[in-house]
């Protein structure tokens, strides 16, 4: 089990391997508190391929990393938006009217406290 240093060669090679044997392939991500590191691993008992990182930089690419995974597992490909052909104006000018605004749990106007009897 030799660690692979690059990150772009890793995540071919994981993506790869899923896709050659998605049914014995088993992905596990291990994260060492006590010393900071991130491993990633993915086998399928026949290959073995290992990540490590200790910076931070890689958490994107990781969360990437595992969207992708998880889409090949459900059998779902990426929700592209749909864009009517024609001008990019007026794509931009009807979709805000299909949009609405997101509402926040305990949101809203506070209601006063009643004061305490004595």
Known sequence: ??????????????????ERSPTRARYVVKWRASEGKLVLK????????????????FLNRFEALNLSLMQKMQNR???SPAIPSGNVETATKETPSAIAPVSTPGGGVK???????K
């Open 1 to 18: 089990m030799v660690y692979i240093s690059s990150w772009q060669e890793y995540q071919e090679a994981a993506e790869a391997l899923y």
């Open 42 to 57: 993915i086998t399928d008992d026949t290959t073995c391929l290992k990540f490590k990182t200790h910076s931070s930089v």
């Open 77 to 79: 490909r990426p929700a």
């Open 111 to 117: 209601k006063k406290k009643k004061p305490k009897k």
